[in-house]
């Protein structure tokens, strides 16, 4: 009963922030800020047990859903998870780790929080809750880390940023150079293959897919995905990133592996990277660091900016 609860609840979220906002989307990129359809419909959970890859653990399609328990496919990777980051706290904290997953790895939805440091999580976090940092379109995501930092203690959200700075990096994605992409959808705030195998020009877009759609809506931290973005832009962002006007490492450190200045960028989501630099030159991220960061994505484009993010996105983290 405490799962459909909470499986409502989060409907029931979706629904009042998609509709109660007031940002428009019609001039951000919408394969960046991917809002579900209308007549979005989540898919019923039929009672089976669900299993990923290298796990001997099994919950159901409610269970990872709800949003007070954190899904663990692989706890022996990973040290004891905070209470805030394993259940939340009801009723209006909830757990950390649904969105960011077990041990951090997030999506391109979400943040990844993999080699970020403990005093920088938490300075985002506090910039969510002061409205220094928002989205330059209403999301879900987004206004759920608002609603979140506002009701997060200082000392959960210290013991969360403790626990998460303390995992080490990894790999969870490949960049792939493409002239045409599987047609896509959104479900669940993410892009996902229509079914079939039917194919359309990239133009001017990344597209970002789970390797396996069912690990992905599993939580599993292992899950992996694939980057598609136009044809030269790995080459391109790297000349734009090492260019005198841009520098990224002289901030962001060697192998863009993140600094005392900066954190790391190397090897993150190239949408969810895409959507930092739009939202620094839209205003939308106006805090501590945007007095660093306007200067260099003021005269970026659209096309500039997603060349920085596949070249960012394609190193090792």
């Given amino acids: 009963m405490k799962n459909l609860i909470a499986s409502l609840l989060f409907s029931s979220v979706i629904v009042v922030l998609a509709t109660g906002c007031g940002y428009s989307q019609e001039q951000q990129p ?24 290298g796990s001997t653990a099994g919950f159901t399609l409610t269970e990872v859903r709800d949003l007070f328990s954190t899904p663990d496919w692989h706890p ?12 939340g706290r009801k009723p209006e904290v909830f757990a950390c780790g649904v969105c960011h997953r077990a041990d951090g790895p997030g999506g391109p939805e979400s943040s990844s929080l993999f080699g970020l440091s403990a005093e920088y999580i938490i300075q985002q976090t506090q910039e969510f809750r002061t409205g220094q940092r928002s989205g330059s379109a209403s999301r879900v995501p987004t206004d759920l880390m608002i609603k979140e930092s ?3 203690t200082d000392q959960e959200l210290a013991e969360a940023a403790a626990y998460f700075s303390a995992v080490r990096p990894r790999a969870n994605l490949t960049v792939l150079e493409a002239d045409t992409v599987p047609r896509t959808e959104v479900r669940e705030l993410f892009l996902t293959p229509v079914a079939g195998t039917e194919q359309e020009p990239i133009g001017q ?29 790995i080459e391109k962002g790297k000349t734009l990133a090492t260019t005198r006007d841009t520098q990224c490492a002289t901030c962001h450190g060697e192998g863009l592996r993140g600094s005392d200045l900066a954190p790391r960028i190397a090897g993150r989501s190239p949408t969810y990277l895409f959507r930092q ?41």
């Fill in 205 to 233: 877009r990344i597209i970002e897919l789970p390797e396996s759609l069912e690990d992905y809506i599993s939580r599993d931290s292992h899950a992996r995905f694939v980057a598609y973005v136009p044809r030269g832009s």
């Fill in 277 to 317: 630099l739009y939202d620094f030159k839209s205003g939308a991220r106006n805090g501590t660091n945007s007095g660093l960061m306007k200067p260099i994505v003021e005269p970026l484009s659209i096309n500039d900016m997603i060349a920085l993010a596949a070249y960012a996105g394609s190193l090792a983290p």
């Fill in 30 to 53: 919408v394969w960046a800020y991917p809002v579900n359809p209308p007549n979005f419909q989540r898919s019923s959970d039929d009672g089976s047990i669900r299993h990923v890859p």
């Fill in 76 to 87: 022996e990777e990973h040290p004891p998870m905070p209470k805030i980051v394993a259940v």
């Fill in 150 to 152: 506002k009701a997060v």
